[in-house]
């Protein structure tokens, strides 16, 4: 598996690229910047860009920025979000597109090498893993999401978190498209997901259902 390395910090990122090669994996490029991460993910296309989001030159939301243009360019390209900030907005638009695998971790609670070399196979086979804390910070609320929700609606997220579109869903529950789009807006509002786009607001809800059964998505 080929990986592409994006982080600012020199030791940090020295030890990334020496666990990931004591792992049997292949580093085709280790970069400090974002336009230089945007240039080794459109050379090398890998299997998975490790990514930093804040990066030079402005070292705010740079990486992602950077991560999100390659994959416009590389459709369904695995990405791995490794911070210690959580960016709502570019990181809903990541998830959002459902093009590849995602993966968001927060640096300090990444507790073991093992732990990490799952993330990274689970993101690359195209699957998503979020920390709870980032998941948290997304739908922007505490407490268990789901209990508001009726019988119904808890099954039409269940069949979202399945990655059904809504003719499935409308099919599979024996009940009109139209009824599906219903529940899905009344999910929504009852999981307290501001108006916005709604593939956006589909991803943090399917989040929030994942949540509720384990303690990472």
Request: hydrophobic residues 45%.
């Amino acid at each position: 598996m080929r990986v592409v390395v994006a982080e600012d910090l020199f030791l940090l990122r020295e030890g990334l690229v020496r666990l990931l090669k004591a792992r049997g994996f292949e580093v085709a490029a280790a970069t400090d910047s974002a336009p230089g991460l945007l240039d080794a993910l459109l050379e090398f296309r890998p299997d998975l860009a490790i990514v930093d989001i804040r990066l030079p030159p402005t070292n705010t939301d740079d990486g992602l920025r950077a991560a999100l243009a390659a994959r416009e360019r590389i459709p369904g390209l695995p990405i791995l979000l490794l911070s210690q900030y959580v960016e709502q907005i570019y990181a809903q638009e990541l998830l959002a597109d459902q093009a590849g695998g995602v993966g968001y971790l927060l640096k300090d609670r990444v507790f073991s090498d093992d732990q990490f070399v799952d993330v990274i196979r689970t993101v690359a086979a195209g699957g998503t893993v979020m920390d709870p804390q980032v998941v948290t910070k997304l739908l922007g609320r505490r407490g268990e999401p789901l209990a508001r929700l009726s019988e119904r609606e808890r099954q039409v997220l269940e069949l979202m978190a399945e990655g059904r579109s809504n003719s499935a869903i409308a099919s599979r529950l024996f009940v009109s498209e139209k009824a599906v789009s219903k529940h899905s807006t009344s999910i929504f509002t009852k999981l307290d997901l501001a108006p916005s786009d709604d593939d956006n607001r589909r991803v943090l809800a399917v989040l929030a259902y994942l949540m509720s059964f384990r303690g990472t998505t």
